[in-house]
């Protein structure tokens, strides 16, 4: 059952800011503030709790009352909770935003500007900081590819991540300080064209937590889309917030990253790529456990020892929840 409180401030609003929380309270309260105080734009504000159990809803509720509060009694994951808010949207503009971020200097005020200056990327982002003011260079990605779980699985990644050779998804050193094209914009601080995101279906269902927005960017440019990151709009992203066990998270992160494999690699390079990215957990137990990083070693063997659940990744059902993509 939904319950949704609340109505969008703005009439005519130029972005739909949607904000998809699940037990993150405290930081829910303290992003939509920033959201308020930060933006000068039209914007209306679309919140999706994802049946919370620390009282995120109420306190929402009770703060911002002008806002679209959909209170969800089921945990849907982000895909399709974002889904859900963008059928409400009503803006020129969806803007995914995560609830542990902060909005600094008017960021959201400057990715639009941004978007209007160079209309053909079709998704844009920002430059995302640590709490401590640090680089959080979670903001992008490049595409997998047979190299890069090439050099995953062989931990090259680890090993050299500042290569642009050997950590091609993480972009090698680059300091996020520079406006260049990216094939992946992360959906803690994206700006897509509402039209656009209709276009493409919104998230694909298949991908319940973790993949989404690589599935939609691959989408998006194989529709034309030129994904741009610019360091001029920039957002505290405190990362993993509603992630409290990490090994939780990595079983729903190898799921994720084996459909993308099944779903975007060319047909000859898929087994390869499925069977060296279904050893890389492995990989990475001996690889720490040799480096004495007893802690992380520990999570990667309980990782590797949970395989059946991750081993084949997330069903491939599509958007309609009946069939996959071939």
């Known amino acids: 059952m939904t ?9 005519d609003p130029l972005v739909s800011i949607i904000v998809v929380s699940y037990n993150t ?21 679309i ?27 089921q945990n849907h994951g982000f895909a399709k909770a974002n889904n859900i808010a963008a059928r409400h949207a009503r803006g020129e503009y969806i803007l995914l935003l995560n609830p542990d971020t902060v909005v600094l200097e ?17 998704i844009w982002g920002g430059r995302t900081i640590f709490g401590d003011r640090s680089l959080n260079p979670s903001n992008c990605w490049g595409r997998m590819t047979l190299w890069s779980v090439t050099s995953q699985a062989l931990g090259l990644s680890s090993l050299f991540r500042r290569s642009t050779i050997f950590n091609p998804e993480g972009y090698g050193s680059w300091l996020r300080d520079s406006e260049r094209g990216v ?12 039209e656009f995101w209709e276009e493409l279906g919104g998230f694909d269902l298949s991908f319940v937590m973790y993949g989404e927005e690589a599935d939609l960017c691959m989408r998006a440019r194989s529709s034309g889309a030129m994904p741009r990151i610019t360091p001029e709009a920039q957002i505290i992203h405190y ?29 000859w390079q898929r087994p390869i790529g499925l069977l060296l990215f279904r050893f890389w957990p492995l990989s990475r137990f001996w690889g720490t456990r040799l480096l004495g990083r007893r802690e992380a070693a520990e999570i990667w063997g309980h990782v590797w020892r949970r395989r059946s659940e991750w081993w084949h990744g997330w069903p491939d059902i599509g958007n309609d929840g009946t069939s996959g993509r071939h």
């Not at 405290?26 to 000068?40: A, D, H, I, N, Y």
């Not at 992946?184 to 509402?194: E, K, M, S, W, Y």
């Not at 990490?246 to 799921?255: E, I």
């Open 183 to 194: 094939d992946i914009v992360t959906g803690c601080f994206l700006l897509i064209r509402r």
């Open 25 to 45: 309270r405290e930081m829910t309260l303290e992003c939509l503030r920033s959201v308020f105080g930060q933006t000068s734009r039209r914007f209306e504000l």
């Open 106 to 122: 008017g960021a959201i005020d400057r990715l639009l500007d941004f978007a209007h200056r160079v209309p053909q990327a079709k």
């Open 3 to 11: 319950k949704t409180a609340g109505l969008a401030e703005q009439c």
């Open 47 to 73: 919140v999706v709790d994802n049946a919370s159990s620390d009282g995120s809803a109420a306190a929402i509720a009770a703060e911002f009352p002008c806002i679209q509060l959909i209170a969800e009694s």
């Open 239 to 267: 990362a993993g917030a509603s992630e409290s066990v990490q090994t939780d998270k990595m079983v729903r992160l190898l799921r994720a990253k084996l459909l993308l494999i099944r779903r975007h690699f060319p047909t």
